[in-house]
């Protein structure tokens, strides 16, 4: 069985979401998928997005292709992972000497 993981479409008329999932690459966008893995939700201004990377890596490791937004994304995440941990300040201690 060939599994992608990709964007599956949720939300009302002009309010899209959407859902990052693995899925059987033959079955429909909007049909059976095998795991979520995250959302997106392309309206919203603050937090866009949240991804599973764990699961995702998971899924990339026994094989599963990804699709081009959601490779996007992933890149996105990391950046921001990355950015986050070189924040992250260094606290110094005075000696007592």
Do not use: H
């Amino acid at each position: 069985m060939a599994v992608k993981i990709r964007m599956k479409r949720t939300g009302a008329k002009n309010d899209a979401s959407f859902r990052v999932v693995a899925a059987d690459a033959r079955s429909p966008r909007d049909g059976k998928n095998l795991e979520t893995l995250g959302w997106y939700k392309p309206t919203c201004k603050d937090k866009m997005f949240d991804l599973n990377m764990e699961r995702i890596e998971y899924w990339v490791s026994v094989g599963a292709q990804v699709s081009d937004t959601v490779a996007s994304l992933m890149r996105k995440t990391r950046k921001a992972a990355a950015a986050a941990a070189s924040a992250v300040p260094v606290v110094a201690t005075a000696d007592a000497n």
